[in-house]
């Protein structure tokens, strides 16, 4: 059973920075391609990122050179390193496989972008 704890989110101001960090139970960790996650109010939850095992990366083209996906294999995390942030950015982020695996979701982090 895998078990993916979300947080780092909150409140910051346009053009602000933060850092996500999931946490990931289980084994074989590493084999998986791992994504983050966002559903603003109204929407239905999008793909930003994802990174597989050996670190390629894949960006949606609406956070394209602000934000970054990393990994640490050993510790079990995934990382969102978001910057520029603007008020579209907005939403709960998850962190899930890739595809996304229904019995995996979390609760998220609350991401709020405003002045």
């Known amino acids: 059973q895998v078990q993916l704890v979300e947080s780092g989110g909150g409140l910051v101001q346009p053009e602000g920075s933060l850092r996500l960090s999931c946490t990931a139970s289980g084994n074989y960790f590493s084999i998986y391609i791992m994504g983050w996650y966002r559903q603003a109010p109204g929407k239905q939850r999008e793909l930003v990122a994802h990174i597989s095992g050996d670190g390629t990366t894949y960006y949606a083209d609406s956070v394209k050179g602000r934000f970054t996906i990393s990994r640490d294999n050993a510790k079990n995390m995934v990382y969102l390193e978001m910057n520029r942030l603007t008020p579209e950015d907005t939403a709960i982020y998850y962190c899930?496989?890739?595809?996304?695996?229904?019995?995996?979701w979390g609760q998220g982090t609350q991401v709020t972008v405003s002045s």
């Open positions: 899930n496989q890739y595809p996304p695996n229904a019995r995996y």
